[in-house]
Structure formats: C-alpha cells, structure tokens
C-alpha cells in the first residue's frame, strides 16, 4: 500500500519532542527552532490589510512580481548576486523539496556537512538520491579539503548551510571560496541555505552566492521576522534550474501564501537589528553557563549550540533531560554520530538560566 520511498524517512526527532511538549506542564523548551520575539506590528498589519483588501487567491505560481523584484533588488544589493532567476517558495522547506526533486536522479551523490538540517538527508533519499556526508567535527567548520576528498564521479550536488543548523558555525569568505573552487573544478552545483543569515555574530557575513556563480540560494523571513508559520521562502539560481522548480511548484505548492507575500514588501522595509543583537546576547548566555562543564564550540550564528554529552550517548542524556523537565534534541536526529545534543536558544533569558541550571547539574549527575 505505502510506497517504498517512504521506508527511507523517519519521523523527525525535532517533531517528537515538540509533541512531547505540547504534553507537559511548563517544560523549559530548548527544543525548537523558532524565534522567541513575535512578527512585528507593522507586518501583521500589512497581511491583515492584504487579506481585507482581498489578496487572497492564488498569486501566479512564481510569486508576485512587486515581490520578485524588491527582493531580487535588495540580494544584489546585499550579497553580491550577479545575475539569477527567482522564485518564490512556502518556505526554505519548500525551496529545498523543489529542487531536490529537480535536480537529483537515482543513485546521484548528495554531499552534505555532518552535523546537518534533518531535511537534508530525508530529502535525498525521497529523491533516490545518495546523502554523502562530509565530516565537520571537532569544530564545525565545513573544510574545503574534507569536500575535496568526498567527491566522486557521482556526485551531483553540494550542500552549504551558514549559519549552520544544528551547530550554529558560520563559514568564513575563505572557507566559502575555497569550497566554491572545488566545486567549480568539478562542475558542481551548491545549494547554499542562507536562512540564518541575519544572525551571524562575530563577523560579517558571506553569502556562496556572492563568490560561485553556479550557486542555488535559498532564504526566507520565518526566523528573521518570526513568520515561521506564514510559509514564505525564496529561491535564486541559474535560470534553467529557477524554471523547472517553478514548473514543479504549479503542480505541487501551487504557489507561496498570497497575503504573506504582500506583508513581505513590508517586512523588507522594517529593521529587525534589535532582535537580532539579542541572539548574541543569548548566546553569550548560553556558552558561558555551559563551557566549564561541557566540551562545547562557541556558536558564530543561528540561534542553536551544540554540547558534547558528558556521559552515556545522546539518547540518554536527553531522556535525563527530559525527565528534569528540559527538552533539548539528541544530537543523532542531525548527525551520523551520537555523541552530541542540540540546544536552541531562541527562548526568554530566564528560561535559557533555568536550563543551563539543570543541564549543569546533570552533567555531574547530580540529578
């Protein structure tokens, strides 16, 4: 009855544990991607005229092209893209299913960072595509000698995701060079998901776009502005690549939510740098409670950080977690290893103490 594709995808651990919380009686959530700040007033005053004033049919399926243009306007601006097409997507997530499925035949090479976005992995096995994982521990930086060394005459495409879900690290312009003059010796295309790229803390951000022309970008507004339920994401590449999602898209999504592409044209216009400089904050937090008794790598952006287990594997540990009323993700769910757990701090600055509070005394079993 079900189809054999579907064998090769788990339910997500992330998804699990957001249950679990719906369940409990004031867990401190350390769980979920998903800023802590609401959309701003003036975006959902902005959807709200949109849907009064009646945009609420399908737009064509591309996208508007008030939209496609300010936002194609504003990546030139910001990234340094040259040239490309876009489209727009129902979310990262979206633009991620659309391209795998367009891109990737059976038995293609998939090479992707360990640790990793769960969607990575799942979609290229939904594509009878081969996820290829690239090592990036001790440290998380995506080194362009380790991509080197996993390409093979089957290798189709390269994933780039900075700043990095799960791990927080960020590329810096030499690393994303470099990885892009492996690519371009190879032919490669990089799909570089830039979703986080606005929490980037230590340094100014680089975009793939900007230094490898054969680059597929991915963005979108659910955690700049918090819209993660509103469903609106992009995609910019070659325009071969653009029209065949966009083909997919008319027989699938059918198109981005109507009324939050028009509150997009104001969400572009509204500064959210307050917001943002809260996560360094938030950050800082974080690792310094949990550096003395955990082996832990300082995040460079998003909004996740990413401990080595003090003892037993990520499974226990978390259950641990659990059982004292903290939810965190094992680390598994985004790696080939289970040595590590997530932590997202996208949370309010108390509950961020009271979870490295009981996460501490839990490293030295003291719970």
């Known amino acids: 009855m079900i189809a054999s594709r579907m064998a090769k995808l788990d339910a997500s651990g992330i998804r699990k544990v957001f249950d679990l919380a719906q369940k409990m009686t004031d867990p401190i959530n350390l769980s979920i991607g998903q800023p802590d700040f609401d959309v701003p007033d003036v975006v959902k005053d902005a959807a709200i005229r949109a849907i009064r004033d009646g945009q609420n049919r399908y737009t064509v399926t591309q996208g508007t092209a008030e939209l496609r243009t300010k936002l194609l306007a504003r990546l030139r601006e910001e990234k340094g893209i040259a040239d490309g097409e876009i489209l727009i997507t129902s979310g990262v997530s979206g633009a991620l299913l659309l391209a795998f499925l367009t891109l990737v035949d059976p038995g293609d090479e998939v090479l992707i960072p360990d640790p990793y976005f769960v969607m990575y992995k799942h979609l290229a096995n939904l594509a009878a595509g081969v996820p290829k994982f ?29 700043p990095a879900n799960p791990t927080g690290a960020v590329c810096s312009r030499e690393d994303l060079a470099a990885i892009g003059e492996v690519a371009r010796r190879r032919d490669l295309l990089v799909i570089s998901d830039e ?54 898209q ?39 409670g949990l550096k003395d008794r955990f082996e832990v790598v300082k995040p460079g952006g998003a909004f996740y ?24 993700i094992p680390g598994s769910v985004f790696s080939e290893r289970g040595t590590h757990f997530r932590i997202s701090y996208a949370a309010p ?11 501490n005394r839990l490293a030295e079993k003291k719970l």
Request: aromatic letters at 10%; a neutral charge.
């Open 134 to 162: 690239v090592d990036t521990y001790p440290d998380f930086r995506l080194r362009p000698e380790r991509v080197a060394a996993a390409i093979t005459p089957k290798t189709k495409l390269l994933i780039v995701n900075s």
């Open 195 to 248: 979703i986080y790229d606005c929490f980037s803390y230590d340094a100014s951000y680089a975009s793939m776009a900007s230094l490898y022309p054969k680059t597929l970008l991915m963005g979108g507004m659910s955690k700049s502005h918090a819209m993660t339920g509103w469903r609106l994401g992009y995609a910019v590449g070659p325009a071969e690549i653009i029209e065949k999602m966009t083909m997919l």
């Open 250 to 288: 008319q027989y699938s999504f059918v198109c981005a939510p109507s009324f939050a592409q028009a509150a997009a044209l104001t969400a572009l216009d509204h500064p959210m740098h307050h917001e943002h400089a809260a996560y360094r904050r938030k950050r800082d937090l974080v690792y310094e």
């Open 305 to 328: 950080i990413f401990p080595k287990v003090p003892w037993g594997t990520d499974q226990e540990f978390v259950e641990a977690a659990i059982r004292n009323n903290v939810l965190i």
């Open 349 to 359: 600055d108390d509950v961020l103490r009271r979870g490295v509070e009981v996460l």
